[in-house]
């Protein structure tokens, strides 16, 4: 992690994981219904431009960042980072799916290289790819199975789970029965390891193409893979203070500094700084 972008805070925010529910039922034409639901409103985000404190955990490192977020899911992503009392920009992120751009603004530095989970995690310290990222950004992760991919259905109270079969794993989606919101997601490897866990909680009432839909105003995001940088835990909490879904005129645009000194991030292994 760039650790001129970064400053720690005693207020300190950590991801908190709730259990899932344990009852095993049967997926009847009610769950079948609330799981057609869910998923379109799934789909609904296009876009997103707001301000939010992003908190990160690592075992080697807990900081904390405000940023204003630019992000067009699936095509490009822009972050500003502020630090201090007065909130000057201190850094400057692009991310595209397969590149990324990361101006250190401190010490005229800009960090280029593809967009993978490696190069994520020496930026944020969060081994992620870009579309699990970009996602979880927007707080309600796309939920494109079909009926026929869910394995199985566990129920407690309001909460509902489904647990489908995904090309490289498993997807758990957690959901309330009486708000029809997504609020946490599991997804599994091959070998049914965890890789990510994430929960949506605190959620406000929005309008996207004249229909009502709930999102969350706190996104936790919790990753298991053993490669991470220092082993263990890595978590990210977002919390949005103010935002807009699919704005019409959002407009996301990057200026590559000219006279930046320039580190390839596919190149080294561990930053000097980091």
Not at 72 to 88: F, P, Q, Y
Not at 183 to 203: L, P, T
Not at 253 to 270: F, S, T, W
């Amino acid at each position: 992690m760039v650790a001129v972008m970064l400053t720690g805070c005693a207020d300190f925010k950590t991801v908190t994981v709730e259990e899932w529910p344990a009852e095993r039922v049967e997926f009847s034409e009610e769950l079948a219904d609330l799981y057609r639901d869910v998923s379109k409103a799934s789909g609904v985000i296009d876009a997103v431009e707001g301000y939010a404190d992003i908190w990160i955990k690592t075992p080697k490192r807990e900081k904390r960042v405000y940023s204003n977020i630019q992000l067009e899911k699936e095509r490009t992503m822009r972050i500003i980072v502020s630090s201090g009392i007065l909130g000057w920009p201190v850094a400057d992120m692009h991310f595209r799916p397969d590149s990324l751009y990361v101006h250190d603004m401190l010490n005229n530095v800009l960090l280029v290289g593809s967009n993978h989970p490696d190069n994520l995690e020496k930026i944020l310290g969060v081994r992620s790819g870009y579309e699990l990222f970009s996602n979880a950004l927007t707080g309600m992760i796309p939920m494109n199975e079909p009926l026929e991919a869910v394995q199985s259905v566990h129920k407690s109270g309001s909460s509902v789970s489904f647990s489908v079969v995904t090309p490289s794993g498993k997807k758990a989606f957690l959901v309330n029965q009486v708000t029809r919101n997504m609020e946490g997601v599991i997804i599994s490897d091959a070998f049914g390891r965890k890789q990510v866990e994430m929960h949506f909680r605190n959620f406000s009432p929005h309008t996207i193409a004249g229909n009502p839909v709930d999102l969350p105003k706190e996104i936790n995001l919790l990753m298991y893979n053993p490669r991470l940088d220092g082993g263990g835990r890595h978590e990210l909490v977002i919390v949005y203070d103010e935002r807009t879904i699919n704005p019409e005129n959002l407009r996301i645009q990057y200026r590559i500094p000219q006279k930046a000194r320039v580190i390839e991030l596919d190149r080294v292994g561990i930053l000097p700084w980091m």
